[in-house]
């Protein structure tokens, strides 16, 4: 079997000339972002201008256009109780956009905030969910061990992590974390709870079960996946938890201030089987589940006694969800006021927003995932060559690609202004780690995700193929399954390729039965549905650390690994990246890492992306909190009413 070639960048240099999988939404997109539908009526038009000299379907175009996914991506970190940070990276507040940045110093108390769900929740049991869709519940009613903190007044989320249930911790050895919790941390006061104080047995019960049942189990628990770091979680008494590691791992802290991981503190009596933990929820979180009605909705209460409020916080007396699965109706309940945020669909926002004078845009946090071409390495595949790999993606037009898809210019007139950023094939969501592929850090790699046809075509010739022997591959994807846009994503790739003299052909096939097991964990080792030579394009789910995505993507233990075992350095790097616990030297390796895939094009970056972008009503105020990647849903608890609704 062949080996993927890497020559080093340094044998071509070229002038920079002038570009995720379950939908977890509680009145936003999850942290698998989709990009925005064009605009309304106008999408084909005005996506055949931006294209023009290429070819793209006008009935791919008209359809797209009719649809939409929704706003914010944003991540649900619960608490504000500080104490000492462990060895995580603190990277620098970066400003956001100014547009969201409204509140006022004194946020007001009381009423009623509004919002959807569009789905039917399965379970109310962390344990007993078969996706993140379902623990959206969960994130307003339970607090992490840890958290990561907010960015306030519109700043980025910084990836420092604070105390939530645990109020200080040490670390008296690389195996061994102990944790002092907060005797403020209290459960709900309803029976059987009762109020009382969450204990360290609260936790490591719920521990055993979640390594045991939770289907999230294998980023956080050992046991079910030797790479995982926790090993176990004891209490050595009612204050005071020990967490062992499997090994000395930076990936440890991350993980377990992520609500994304799915550990949720559930509480004895519920684990005893007081009550039914399917049907009801007693968190220690800034929410209390009142009710749940099937097809109707949720209501929550604000929690008084919760510890990270200060009395405070949350500002709202209560928050409504109604389940409305058909984005239309969402609109209508939002053109009513009866929903207040998260409902408007990406095509129509900057419509609504000129109709609807007491609305505004707001900026959510930046996407942590990004989507990417995912090679075949059998060894009858082109992408053994280097050459070819840097090829396609230098076809790419990535600012293009954003013009089509999302059409950030039409926010500028509302005095909205977005960032286009490119993945490397990390995003810019992780902030101070991220190398722009535009600037000058990404190294000699760079060059390979600009956008040059002429030199594309040089390195196709010198590869053996040419305008008699065209380069030719199927790019495999599930259809909509990760969102409506995604077809048309690829006709506008496929008319860029197609520039450079490459053949790309759609091949949509079944999400259960074929992607996911042939493609997406297959083990890079496929062939395409047309021709044998395939790529598949996946979106490229992120998470709480940037060794949660490479370790997903790129190493050949990952659950959907792009690589199979065909990179072993790769995992080297990984290994050292996450075996550093010193701050600096931890970026350094991320960092190196960015630079290695970008020169030697392992996987092709093909998400470029704006902010995501919700529509809100100007009475709801408190959108300009930015959140760390790894959750779901958005810090509710920080939202409050001006009385002006």
Known sequence: MGRPSEPESRGLRLSRSAYHPERGR?????????????????????????????????????????????????????????????????????????????????????????????????????????????????????????????????????????????????QPDPLTIVFKLD????????????????????????????????????ELANAANKDAPVASMEAIDASTLRVKLARADSLAFPLLASPGSGFVVQSVEGLAGKFDMAKEIRGQGPWILESYRSGVGMVFKRNPDWHGGGGKKP?????????????????????????????????????????????????????????????????????????????????????????????????????????????????????????????????????????NVAEAKKLLDAAGFNAQKPLEFDLVYPGAQYGADYPTRVDTW?????????????????????????????????????????????????GADPLVFFNRHVSSTGTSSATGKFWPQIDDMLNKARGTLDVGQRKAAIQELQRYLADQMIIIPAGPTTEPVDLVWKGVRGFDVQTWPGGLGGPREELWLDGTL
């Not at 108390?109 to 993140?132: F, P, W």
């Not at 360290?200 to 521990?207: G, L, M, N």
């Not at 090679?375 to 690609?401: G, T, Y």
């Not at 390729?497 to 079944?510: E, M, T």
């Open 494 to 542: 496929q008319a860029m390729a197609a520039d450079a003299g490459i053949k790309l052909n759609h091949a949509v096939v079944d999400y259960s039965n074929e992607y996911i097991p042939k493609y997406f964990r297959g083990g890079a080792t496929f062939e395409g549905k047309k021709v044998k030579t395939a790529m598949q394009y996946p979106p490229g789910s992120g």
């Open 26 to 170: 509680l009145g936003s997109a999850g942290d698998a972002d989709r990009a925005a539908e064009p605009e309304g009526s106008q999408g084909g038009s005005r996506m055949t201008r931006i294209l023009s000299g290429y070819s793209i379907s006008r009935r791919r175009l008209l359809s797209t256009a009719a649809t939409g996914t929704a706003g914010i991506a944003a991540a649900a970190l619960i608490g504000c109780s500080s104490t000492k940070a462990p060895a995580k990276p603190a990277a620098p507040a970066t400003p956001a956009s100014p547009a969201a940045s409204n509140a006022p110093a004194q946020p007001k108390s009381g009423g009623t905030l509004k919002t959807i769900l569009n789905h039917e929740i399965n379970s109310l049991d962390a344990y007993r969910v078969g996706g993140t869709n379902d623990y959206l519940p969960q994130n307003l009613t339970a607090s992490q061990l840890i958290k990561f903190d907010y960015g306030y007044g519109g700043a980025r989320a910084s990836g420092k992590i604070s105390g939530d249930l645990a109020k200080s911790w040490e």
């Open 183 to 218: 005797p403020a941390a209290k459960f709900d006061g309803r029976a059987p709870t009762n109020g009382r104080v969450v204990t360290a047995e609260d936790i490591a019960q719920s521990w055993q079960r979640f390594a045991k049942e939770s289907v999230y189990r294998v």
């Open 315 to 451: 500002y709202a007396d209560a928050l409504n969800v109604s389940i409305i699965p058909d984005i239309a109706q969402q609109e209508v309940q939002f053109r009513s006021k009866n929903v207040h945020f998260g409902a408007v669909s990406q095509a129509n926002i900057a419509i609504f927003a000129k109709d609807l004078k007491d609305t505004q845009v707001v900026i959510g946090s930046p996407a942590s995932g990004g989507p990417y071409w995912g090679m075949s390495w059998l060894a009858n595949q082109p992408w053994m060559d280097v050459r070819v790999r840097r090829a396609v993606s230098m076809a790419l037009d990535r600012d293009k690609f954003v013009d089509v898809i999302q059409d950030p210019k039409r926010f500028e007139a509302l005095g909205v202004k977005l960032t286009t950023t490119w993945n490397n094939p990390m995003s810019a969501g992780y902030g101070d780690y991220y190398l722009d592929p535009k600037g000058k850090d990404l190294g000699p790699g760079a060059v390979w995700l600009q956008h």
